[in-house]
């Protein structure tokens, strides 16, 4: 069992940037790959990023040179960069975590998720 929590969303700029923070409880951090996953307002649920638990990563189109993965398995935490953020980048992020040994774009492959944490971009 993983318990993820999310931190770092707020209110920022158009042209800004902001740092997401997952730290999992639980054991084995190391050997889960993560994914970071958004929810803009009346949409679905989207893939933006993950991580495979060798540090592999793979991103979303949208998400490419602007925004980066990583881990700090020391810190049993996952960390999502976003650089130059958009309007169109205003959703709830979250964070998910599975036993994983590639990096995976399906929701439905991570059974442990965060509570989310808003990320609001103004023009």
């Known amino acids: 069992q993983v318990q993820l929590v999310e931190s770092g969303g707020g209110l920022v700029q158009a042209g800004g940037s902001l740092r997401l923070s997952c730290a999992a409880s639980g054991r084995s951090f190391s050997s889960y790959g993560m994914g970071w996953f958004r929810q803009p307002p009346g949409k679905e649920r989207e893939f933006v990023a993950a991580i495979s638990r060798s540090a592999r990563s793979y991103y979303a189109e949208s998400a490419k040179g602007r925004f980066t993965i990583s881990r700090d398995n020391t810190k049993n935490t996952a960390y999502l960069q976003m650089n130059s953020l958009e309007p169109e980048d205003t959703a709830v992020y979250y964070c998910?975590?599975?036993?994983?040994?590639?990096?995976?774009?399906?929701?439905?492959?991570?059974?442990?998720w965060g509570q989310g944490t808003q990320v609001t971009v103004s023009s």
């Open positions: 998910a975590a599975g036993p994983l040994t590639v990096a995976v774009t399906t929701k439905s492959a991570y059974p442990y």
